[in-house]
C-alpha cells in the first residue's frame, strides 16, 4: 500500500521568500510522484510529476521538486514566493503499473505574507 | 475543448435523497475518475474507470454507484444520501497510464441535510 505525508497543513512565508513544502511517501515499489495546486474553488491542476530520469524536476509558475529515493521524499521548492503562489498544493503518489488513480496527502495551504 | 466538465456546481440534498453527478471529458481519455475532498483529509478515490465498460472500487466507495456510459461520460449515483457524504466531489480523466496527468474538473459541491 502506498501513502503520502504533507508535513504542514499550512505554511506562511513572506512574498520574495524561498517556498519548501515537504512531501513524503510510502511505497512499496518505485512510485511516480506527481504535485498539483488547487487555487480557491477550482480543480487541481498538474505543476510537475517524476515517473523516471532526472531527479530534479522543473514544473510551471517556477516551482521544482527534487525525488530523493534515500529519503523517500519528494519536496517542492520556489525561490522567490509571489502573492499569486497562495494556494493549496497537494503531494501525490501512484504506482508503476497501476492505473488506479492517485493517493493524495492531506495538502499544505501555503499563505504569502505582503 | 472544454476538458472535463461536471455538473451541477452546487447542490443541497435532504437525508435520504437520491442524486447522480455527471462528469464529462472532451480529451478522448480512456480513464476516469471520481474523487471526493475532505478538509483536512486531501482528495480520496470514490471509484474509477480504466476503459470504458470498466468499473472498479478505490478507497472510499461505501454509499455510491458508478456508470461509465461511453467513453465521455462517467456518472456517479448517490442512492441514499447521507451528512457524512457532504463534500466537494471532483471528477478527473487520463489517458491511463500510471504516469499520465490526471485532468480534473471544477467540482461540485454538495451538501447533505
Known amino acids: 500500500a502506498q501513502s503520502v505525508t504533507q508535513l504542514g497543513s499550512h505554511v506562511s512565508v513572506s512574498e520574495g521568500a524561498l517556498v519548501l513544502l515537504r512531501c513524503n511517501y510510502s511505497?512499496?515499489?518505485?512510485?511516480?510522484l506527481f504535485w498539483y495546486v488547487q487555487y480557491p474553488n477550482q480543480g487541481l491542476q498538474l505543476l510537475l510529476k517524476?515517473?523516471?530520469?532526472?531527479?530534479l524536476v522543473k514544473g510551471i509558475n517556477g516551482f521544482e521538486a527534487e525525488f530523493k529515493k534515500s529519503e523517500t521524499s519528494f519536496h517542492l521548492t520556489k525561490p522567490s514566493a509571489h502573492m499569486s503562489d497562495a494556494a493549496e498544493y497537494f503531494c501525490?503518489?501512484?504506482?508503476?503499473?497501476?492505473?488506479?488513480?492517485?493517493?493524495f496527502g492531506k495538502g499544505t495551504h501555503l499563505i504569502i505574507q505582503p | 475543448n472544454a476538458g472535463v466538465t461536471q455538473t451541477p456546481k452546487f447542490q443541497v440534498l435532504k437525508t435520504g435523497q437520491s442524486m447522480t453527478l455527471q462528469c464529462a471529458q472532451d480529451m478522448n481519455h480512456n480513464s476516469m475518475y471520481w474523487y471526493r475532498q475532505d478538509p483536512g483529509m486531501g482528495l480520496r478515490l470514490i471509484y474509477y474507470s480504466a476503459s470504458e465498460g470498466t468499473t472498479d472500487k478505490g478507497e472510499v466507495p461505501n454509499g455510491y454507484n458508478v456508470s461509465r456510459l461511453n467513453k465521455r461520460e462517467f456518472s456517479l449515483r448517490l442512492e441514499s444520501a447521507a451528512p457524512s457524504q457532504t463534500s466537494v466531489y471532483f471528477c478527473a480523466g487520463s489517458s491511463g497510464g500510471s504516469t499520465d496527468t490526471q485532468y480534473f474538473g471544477p467540482g461540485t459541491r454538495l451538501t447533505v441535510l
Open positions: 511505497s512499496s515499489v518505485p512510485p511516480y
Open positions: 517524476y515517473t523516471t530520469g532526472a531527479t
Open positions: 501525490a503518489v501512484s504506482e508503476q503499473g497501476g492505473a488506479d488513480g492517485l493517493t
